[in-house]
C-alpha cells in the first residue's frame, strides 16, 4: 500500500491523528514550560521570549510544523467524524449511552479547540510578532486588552483550555489504541503519563488567566 493510500484510509488518518495529536502534546508542554517564567517576574519572561525570537528562523520552521500538524489533525479528525456520523445510522449495542462523554463529544470540544488556537495566535502571536507598539510581552499578556488584562479573555482562556483537557483525555486515549498500546504491558505507563497532558498541564495553563486575571487584581 503506498503512503498516499495510506493516509487517505480510515486507519492512515487514525494514525495520523494519533502522531500529530501527540506531538502537538508535547509541544503545550514546551509550552507551558514558557509561560511559567510569567509566575518569575516580568524580566524573566520577556528575556525568555526573546531568546526564543532570537532563534530566527529555526522558530519559524517550527512554527510552520505546528500549523501543519494542527491542521492535519483536525482535517483528518473532520473526515473520520463524517464517515462514522454515517455509520451510525446502524444502531449497535455499544450505543451512544455506553460511550465515554469525552469520545462523544470529541468533534465539540476539538471545534472549540480549533477557535481558541485561532483566536490565541491571531492576538498574542501577532501581538509579539508584529504590534508590541511599545509595550513587553509581559505587558501584553497579563494587562493588555487581549491578554489577561480583560476578564473576558480570562473566562475564555479558561473554559477553552479546561475543554482542551477534556478533549485530550479522549485523544491520548484513542491515540493508544490506534498505536497498539491498549492491552499491553504499557498501558498503564501510557495511562498515568497521559494524565499529565489532559489534566495537569491544562491546569497549569489555567492557573495563568487565574491568577493574572483575576487573583492579583483582589489580593
Known sequence: ??????LTSSVGRKILMAITGL???????????????????????NGYVE??????????IAEFFLVLF??????????????NRKAKKVISSYSK???????????FTGSIVFIFLATHWSTFWYKFNFDLRGMSYYYVV????????????????IIAIALLGYHLKHGI?????????VGTKYEKTYNNVAAI?????????ISIPVWFGFIVRII
Open 1 to 6: 500500500m503506498s503512503i498516499i493510500k495510506l
Open 23 to 45: 506531538s502537538l502534546s508535547l509541544f503545550m508542554a514546551f509550552h507551558l514550560f514558557g509561560n511559567l517564567f510569567l509566575f518569575v517576574g516580568e524580566a524573566a519572561f
Open 51 to 60: 531568546k526564543l525570537h532570537k532563534l530566527g528562523f529555526l522558530i519559524r
Open 70 to 83: 494542527v491542521f492535519s489533525h483536525a482535517y483528518s479528525g473532520i473526515l473520520l467524524w463524517l464517515k
Open 97 to 107: 449511552e455506553n460511550t465515554p462523554g469525552a469520545a462523544r463529544y470529541a468533534a
Open 142 to 157: 497579563t494587562e493588555s486588552s487581549v491578554g489577561f488584562g480583560s476578564p473576558l479573555v480570562s473566562i475564555f482562556y
Open 173 to 181: 486515549a484513542s491515540a493508544g489504541q490506534t498505536l497498539g498500546i
Open 197 to 205: 497532558f489532559w489534566f495537569w498541564i491544562p491546569l497549569g495553563f
